[in-house]
C-alpha cells in the first residue's frame, strides 16, 4: 500500500519535467513551412524573410501557407498561390523569365566574357612585345638614358 | 582607345538608373490582379452579422471596394475624401473592414461618418490575401463584370481622384 | 556654444579643404614646390579641425544637450554612456561625421608615412583627398548637419534603436569605415598616378601597403557586421545579402582583386592600367555603398532614414568624382607602358585570372542588388532578388578562383608548365579529393556542397604545405627552425590569409550542412535535446537594465550527465521607444555555438523556445580575423620597413620607358 501511495505521489512530478513538446503540431508540415517561408518575402518589412519576420501580416501568411500544405498542396501551387495575389516581389528566388535573363545569365556572361577579354589582353601585348624590336641606333639611345637615369639615382 | 571609354560607358548606365531609382518607392507594391477577375468573398456584415456580403452580388455595376480598420490612420486621413465620393453618388463604395473589432469599426464609423452603404469584416485577413492587400487603407475599382481595373495603394486624395480614378469609372459606367 | 564651435570647425575645414584639393594639385602641374608644400599642413590642419567637430558632438551627447536635434534624435537620458558615444555615429548625420572624420585620419597618416614619395606624387595624392573631404563637408553643411539645433529643446531623447545598443555598435562602423574610407587612399594614388602620367611599377610598390592596411579593417568590418548579426537578430542567420550588406562585401571583394593585382604590377611592371582600374573600382564602390545606404533607393533593414534631396547630392558627388576619374582613365591609360610580358600560365596570368574571378563575382553581387532597381525604372515589373540568388550565383564563381589559390603560389613567373604543376600538385589534389569525400560520411552526412566546401578548404590547406615544403628545399643548408624564420614575412601574409580563408570555407560549409534547430514549448523543469546537449527550461525571472525591463529565461545545458554551462536569454522591453527585443544567448565553443533565443510566453510560465546547436560557426569569423592578421603580418615584411627611411627619387619618363622596352 505504501509504494502505491508513493508512486501516486511522485507522479505528477514525473508529468511536470521530462521532454518538452514540440511548438508546432506536426513537426513535418512545420519543416515544410520553413523551407517555403525562407524563400518567401516578408512584404512589410525592410527586407526579411516570411520565416523571421514578427509583423502581423507575416503571421497571416505564414498561417495561410500552413493550412495550403495541410491541405497536401504542392510547393509550386503554394508559390503560385502566393504570387498570383502579390506578384513575383514575393519570392527571394527570382523566377526565370525573359525580364529576368540578363540577372540569370548575367553571371555566367561577365565570367567568360572576363576570361575572353584577358586571354586576347594577353595575346595583344605579346604581338606588342614581340613587334618591339630595336635597331642599332635606338639601342645606344637607350643605353644612354639608362646611363642618364642611374647618375640621378 | 576604346576600350578604355568602356567603363565610364557602364558607369554613366548606372548612374543614370540609380537616378530613376530616386524618384520610384521601392516598397510599393503594384497589384498582379489588375485586369483579372476580384476574388470571391463572403463575409458577415458590419451591421447585420445575419446579411452576408458577396463580390458576386455586386457583378453588373461598376463598385469601388475599400479595405479600411478603426486602428488605421492613413483611413483617417482619406476618410474625408471617401464622403464626399459617396454624397456625390457617382459609384458605389464598399467598406471592408480589415483585421479588426466590431465595436471599434461601428464606434469610428459614428464618429467620422459612413460613406458605404455596406461594410464587410474580414476578421481573419483572409480576404485581404486574396485581394493582395499588404496594409490598409486600398481601395480597388471592380468593373460590371467583376474584374479589377484600378488599386490604389494607400490613403485616396482628390488628385487621384479626378485625374485617374473618375475618369476611369466614367469609362466603365458607359461599357 | 560647443554645438556651434563643433560646426563653425566644420566650415573651417570646409575651407582647408578645398584649398587641399586645389592648390597642391595645381602646383605639382606647374611644379612649383611652395604650392605642392600646402599640402601636408592643410591635412593635418583639416585632421584637428575634424577632430574638434567630432570632440563637439561627443560632448554634445555625453552632457545630454538635447538642444541639438541631432542628439535629441538618436540619444536618451538612461542610455548608458559608452552608448551615447556610440549614438555619434548612430544615424546618417552624425555617421557622415565620422566618415570624414576617418577620411582625416588617414590623410594624416598619408601626410606622415609620406616622406618617401616624390613631392608631386603626394601633393597629388593629397590632393585627391582633399577632394573628396570636401565634397562630404559640403554635403554635411548643406543638407546634413549634425549640429542643428532642436528649439525649443526636446525634454528627452528619442533613444537610440535598441538593435544598436550593443557593444557591436561601437567597433563595427569605425572598423567597417576605416576600411571603406580607407580604399581612398589607393584611389589617390591611383590619380596621382594618372595626373602625373608616371605610371611606373613604382607607383604599386608605394600603393601595396596602404591598400593592405585599408583591406584588413575591412575584413574585420564585414566579419564583425555578420558576428554582430548573428548574436544580435536573434535568429542565428548571419549573412542575408542584403543591399547594405553587398554595399560593404563589393569593395572587399574589389580591394582583394587590387591587392593581387598589385602584386603583379610590382613585380612585373606589368598591367598598371587595370591595377589602376581596380583602385578606381574599389573606391566607386565604397562611394555607391554611401549612397545606397542612404538614399532610400533600395529596401534594407540596415538604411539610414532615406531623404531625396540627399540621394541626390550623393548621386552627384559620385558622378563627379567617379564620373571624372574615369574620363581620366580613358584619357590617360592608353598612354601607359606595357611592363614585362609573361605567358598565359604563369602565376601572373593566375593572379589575374583570380582577378577575372574576382570582379565576375563582384559583378554578379551588383547586378543581383540593382536588378530590382533596373526593372523598376524600366516599368517591367517589381522583383526580390534575394539569398537564392546570390548563394546559387557566388558558389560557382568563387570555386574555381579557390582551386587557382592553390596552383598561383606554387606557379613560376613569367612562364610555367600545366604539367609540371600537376605533377607537383598530385598529392594534395588525391589528398582534398578522398578525405572531402569520405568526411562527410564519417561525421554523419553527406551532400554535394559539404563536400565541395570540404574539398575547397583542405586543397588550400594541403597546396600551402607543398608550397611550403617545396621553399624550404630550396632554402638549402641551415636548421628548419632558421630557414622557416628567413622566409619573408610578405610570404608567411600570404599563409595565413589563405589559411584564413579555408577556416572561413570550413565553418560556412560546416554550419550550413550540419546546423540544427528545435522550436519547442517548454515548462519549467522540462528538457529538449540537441546536437548531443540536454537543455532544460528553469523559468524566467524579471530583471531592470539601465533603459530596459527584462524576463531573463535560466537555461541548463549538460552533456551526458554533465552539466556544461548555464545560459540566460532574454526578452527585453525598451522603455522609452516601447520596442520588444530578443536578446539570445549564445555559448561559444571552438567547435560549436549553442544558440537559445526565447520567443513567446505562454500559459503558466512556459515560453516558446528556439534551441539551435551550430557546428564550427565561429570559424567563420575566426578565419576572418586570421585573414586579417595575414594582411597585416604581410605589410611588417622588411621591404617595407626599410622602404619608409629610403628617400625616393622622381625617376624621369624617358629612363622609365626604357626600362620598360629592354625588360
Known amino acids: ?153 | 582607345m576604346n576600350r578604355f571609354l568602356i567603363p565610364l560607358g557602364i558607369f554613366v548606365v548606372v548612374v543614370g538608373f540609380l537616378g530613376i531609382g530616386l524618384t520610384l518607392n521601392p516598397r510599393e507594391l503594384p497589384s498582379p490582379l489588375v485586369g483579372r477577375p476580384a476574388p470571391d468573398f463572403s463575409l458577415p456584415q458590419l451591421h447585420d452579422q445575419q446579411k452576408v456580403l458577396s463580390a458576386n452580388d455586386l457583378k453588373g455595376k461598376v463598385w469601388l471596394l475599400n479595405f479600411w480598420a478603426s486602428w488605421c490612420g492613413g483611413c483617417k486621413t482619406e476618410h474625408p475624401v471617401l464622403i464626399q465620393l459617396a454624397q456625390s453618388g457617382v459609384v458605389p463604395i464598399y467598406g471592408m473592414d480589415y483585421k479588426d473589432k466590431r465595436e471599434d469599426a461601428l464606434a469610428w464609423l459614428k464618429e467620422w461618418g459612413n460613406p458605404y452603404p455596406i461594410v464587410a469584416v474580414d476578421e481573419s485577413g483572409r480576404a485581404g490575401i486574396n485581394y493582395g492587400v499588404y496594409g490598409v487603407p486600398e481601395t480597388y475599382v471592380i468593373d460590371k463584370a467583376g474584374v479589377i481595373r484600378y488599386k490604389q495603394i494607400g490613403p485616396l486624395n482628390g488628385d487621384v481622384l479626378q485625374t485617374k480614378i473618375l475618369p476611369l469609372i466614367k469609362e466603365l459606367q458607359n461599357q | 556654444m560647443i554645438p556651434e564651435i563643433g560646426h563653425y570647425a566644420l566650415i573651417l575645414a570646409l575651407c582647408v579643404a578645398v584649398v587641399q584639393g586645389t592648390v597642391p594639385i595645381y602646383g605639382a602641374a606647374v611644379r612649383n614646390s611652395a604650392l605642392m608644400s600646402i599640402a601636408k599642413p592643410a591635412a593635418r590642419g583639416q585632421f584637428l579641425l575634424v577632430l574638434l567637430a567630432f570632440c563637439c558632438l561627443g560632448y554634445a551627447f555625453a552632457a545630454k544637450d538635447f538642444s541639438v536635434l541631432y542628439v535629441a534624435a538618436t540619444s536618451n537620458s538612461q542610455l548608458p554612456l559608452h552608448y551615447r558615444i556610440a549614438a555619434i555615429w548612430g544615424a546618417h548625420e552624425g555617421s557622415l561625421l565620422l566618415w570624414v572624420f576617418i577620411l582625416t585620419i588617414w590623410m594624416v597618416a598619408v601626410s606622415f608615412f609620406s616622406t618617401h614619395l616624390p613631392e608631386a606624387m603626394r601633393a597629388r595624392i593629397l590632393g585627391v583627398m582633399g577632394l573628396v573631404s570636401m565634397g562630404f563637408l559640403l554635403f554635411m553643411l548643406t543638407v546634413s548637419n549634425p549640429f542643428e539645433r532642436l528649439i525649443p529643446a526636446a525634454f528627452d531623447g528619442r533613444d537610440l534603436n535598441p538593435l544598436l545598443q550593443d557593444p557591436g555598435m561601437v567597433i563595427h562602423p569605425p572598423m567597417l569605415y576605416m576600411g571603406y574610407v580607407g580604399f581612398s587612399v589607393a584611389f589617390a594614388f591611383a590619380i596621382a598616378a594618372l595626373l602625373g602620367g608616371n605610371l611606373d611599377a613604382a607607383w604599386a610598390r608605394w600603393s601595396r601597403p596602404w591598400t593592405t592596411v585599408a583591406w584588413c579593417f575591412l575584413t574585420v568590418g564585414v566579419a564583425m557586421g555578420s558576428g554582430w548579426a548573428y548574436y544580435e537578430l536573434g535568429w542565428g542567420g548571419w549573412w542575408f545579402w542584403d543591399p547594405v550588406e553587398n554595399a560593404s562585401f563589393m569593395p572587399w571583394l574589389a580591394g582583394t582583386a587590387l591587392i593581387h593585382s598589385l602584386a603583379v604590377t610590382d613585380k612585373r611592371g606589368s598591367f598598371k592600367a587595370w591595377s589602376v582600374l581596380l583602385a578606381i573600382l574599389a573606391f566607386s564602390l565604397s562611394l555607391l555603398g554611401t549612397f545606397l545606404v542612404r538614399s532610400g533607393v533600395l529596401t534594407s533593414v540596415h538604411a539610414f532614414a532615406t531623404d531625396p534631396k540627399r540621394g541626390l547630392f550623393i548621386l552627384v558627388f559620385l558622378a563627379v568624382v567617379i564620373g571624372g576619374s574615369l574620363m581620366l582613365y580613358a584619357w590617360r591609360a592608353p598612354r601607359v607602358g606595357l611592363g614585362g610580358g609573361f605567358s598565359i600560365i604563369s602565376r601572373e596570368g593566375m593572379l589575374l585570372g583570380n582577378n577575372v574571378l574576382l570582379v565576375a563575382a563582384l559583378g554578379s553581387v551588383l547586378l543581383g542588388t540593382l536588378y530590382p532597381l533596373f526593372l523598376d525604372a524600366l516599368d517591367l515589373g517589381k522583383i526580390s532578388v534575394g539569398p537564392p540568388y546570390f548563394d546559387t550565383v557566388f558558389v560557382p564563381l568563387m570555386t574555381p578562383a579557390i582551386f587557382l589559390m592553390g596552383i598561383g603560389p606554387l606557379a613560376q613567373w613569367k612562364q610555367a608548365s600545366l604539367p609540371e604543376l600537376a605533377m607537383r600538385l598530385r598529392w594534395a589534389f588525391g589528398v582534398s579529393v578522398v578525405t572531402a569525400l569520405v568526411l562527410p560520411i564519417v561525421m554523419g552526412q553527406w551532400t554535394p556542397l559539404i563536400s565541395l566546401g570540404l574539398l575547397l578548404a583542405i586543397w588550400i590547406l594541403t597546396t600551402i604545405a607543398v608550397d611550403l615544403r617545396e621553399r624550404l628545399a630550396l632554402a638549402g643548408g641551415g636548421s628548419f627552425f632558421g630557414r622557416l624564420t628567413a622566409m619573408p614575412r610578405a610570404y608567411w601574409g600570404m599563409v595565413l590569409a589563405h589559411c584564413g580563408l579555408a577556416l572561413f570555407i570550413v565553418g560556412v560549409t560546416m554550419v550550413k550542412g550540419f546546423e540544427a534547430e528545435q522550436d519547442v514549448r517548454m515548462n519549467v523543469g522540462q528538457t529538449a535535446t540537441l546536437g548531443g546537449y540536454t537543455f532544460r527550461f528553469d523559468g524566467t525571472q524579471p530583471y531592470k537594465g539601465p533603459n530596459y525591463i527584462a524576463a531573463r529565461a535560466t537555461i541548463h545545458v549538460s552533456q551526458d550527465g554533465r552539466e556544461v554551462t548555464v545560459m540566460y536569454p532574454e526578452k527585453r522591453r525598451y522603455t522609452v521607444q516601447n520596442q520588444t527585443m530578443t536578446e539570445a544567448a549564445i555559448s561559444p565553443g571552438f567547435l560549436r555555438d549553442l544558440y537559445v533565443s526565447l520567443g513567446e510566453p505562454l500559459e503558466d510560465g512556459a515560453w516558446s523556445v528556439r534551441l539551435y546547436h551550430k557546428p564550427f560557426i565561429d570559424w567563420i569569423w575566426g578565419g576572418c580575423l586570421v585573414m586579417a592578421t595575414g594582411g597585416v603580418l604581410a605589410i611588417s615584411d622588411r621591404r617595407y620597413r626599410l622602404a619608409w627611411r629610403r628617400k625616393e627619387v622622381e625617376v624621369p619618363a624617358g629612363t622609365q620607358m626604357a626600362r620598360q622596352i629592354v625588360s
Open chain 1, 1 to 153: 500500500m505504501r509504494w502505491l501511495l508513493m508512486v501516486l505521489l511522485l507522479l505528477p512530478s514525473l508529468a511536470a519535467a521530462g521532454e518538452a513538446a514540440p511548438l508546432a503540431e506536426n513537426p513535418q508540415a512545420e519543416a515544410r513551412l520553413k523551407a517555403l517561408a525562407v524563400e518567401l518575402r516578408c512584404l512589410v518589412c525592410q527586407n526579411q524573410t516570411l520565416a523571421d519576420s514578427n509583423a502581423p501580416l507575416a503571421e497571416d501568411l505564414r498561417r495561410e501557407v500552413r493550412e495550403m500544405i495541410a491541405k497536401n498542396m504542392s510547393d509550386k501551387e503554394i508559390i503560385d498561390f502566393l504570387v498570383t495575389r502579390y506578384g513575383d516581389f514575393v519570392l527571394y528566388r527570382p523566377p526565370l523569365k525573359t525580364t529576368t535573363t540578363l540577372l540569370w545569365v548575367g553571371p555566367f556572361l561577365l565570367l567568360i566574357g572576363g576570361a575572353i577579354a584577358l586571354v586576347m589582353a594577353l595575346r595583344r601585348r605579346q604581338k606588342k612585345l614581340a613587334d618591339v624590336a630595336l635597331s642599332e641606333a635606338e639601342r645606344n639611345r637607350v643605353a644612354q638614358l639608362l646611363s642618364e637615369g642611374a647618375n640621378r639615382l
